[in-house]
T-cell receptor
Framework: RKEVEQDPGPFNVPEGATVAFNCTYS??????FFWYRQDCRKEPKLLMS???SGNEDGRFTAQLNRASQYISLLIRDSKLSDSATYLC????????????FGSGTRLQVQP | DGGITQSPKYLFRKEGQNVTLSCEQN?????MYWYRQDPGQGLRLIYY???????QKGDIAEGYSVSREKKESFPLTVTSAQKNPTAFYLC????????????FGPGTRLTVL
């Protein structure tokens, strides 16, 4: 089983739609959670951290469910510029300083 | 401007040759990381360094080597022992304790012919 699992997509949605991605992680000792965005052939960039209480940044809302070990990202009012791959990222448990990346979910917003 | 630079952007090498990828940061970050990304895959950790003159193997260290002689620099050597070296290589850094946010360089696309 992968440490971090995501549906690869692609999710094809029209402009203005609301779309949600989920991600599950296997290490219950994981401490920190993030969503990164990666454009084609570019480096990943931090979109937002994910907090236990849930957090929102404009059109983006992230939720964490520790009991079920999943993380979600909700994008409202999708824009063409949201088209990218969204990477679910988890900081591992005991002693692991580096991050573990999911394979990503590809979003294509269509006009 | 502060940031992470990687060079070159594209690199072509013949099979059996060692090649060194450059990563430099002027963010004064303590920790630096090397990842490899294959098409349709997530990033996999090759090596990381939390402090100068110290580094640790990641999940896929075989066939790679690193050094950390200066805080700003963390070069990665892809040796001939790496069986499938063609990939997108990403360097990242964090400031250290108290933060997990990683900042990435633009990456180097290595193709072995």
């Amino acid at each position: 089983r992968k440490e971090v699992e995501q549906d690869p997509g692609p999710f094809n949605v029209p402009e203005g739609a609301t779309v949600a991605f989920n991600c599950t992680y296997s290490n219950s000792a994981s401490q920190s959670f993030f969503w990164y965005r990666q454009d084609c052939r570019k480096e990943p960039k931090l979109l937002m951290s994910v907090y236990s209480s849930g957090n929102e940044d404009g059109r983006f809302t992230a939720q964490l469910n520790r009991a079920s070990q999943y993380i979600s990202l909700l994008i409202r009012d999708s824009k063409l510029s949201d088209s990218a791959t969204y990477l679910c990222v988890v900081k591992g448990g005991t002693g692991r300083r580096a991050l573990t990346f999911g394979s990503g979910t590809r979003l294509q917003v269509q006009p | 401007d502060g940031g992470i630079t990687q060079s070159p952007k594209y690199l072509f090498r013949k099979e059996g040759q060692n090649v060194t990828l450059s990563c430099e940061q002027n963010l004064n970050h303590d920790a630096m990381y090397w990842y490899r990304q294959d098409p349709g895959q997530g990033l996999r950790l090759i090596y990381y360094s939390q402090i100068v003159n110290d580094f640790q193997k990641g999940d896929i260290a075989e066939g790679y080597s690193v050094s950390r002689e200066k805080k700003e620099s963390f070069p990665l050597t892809v040796t001939s022992a790496q069986k499938n070296p063609t990939a997108f290589y990403l360097c990242a850094s964090t400031s250290g304790e108290g933060t997990d946010t990683q900042y990435f360089g633009p990456g180097t696309r290595l193709t072995v012919l």
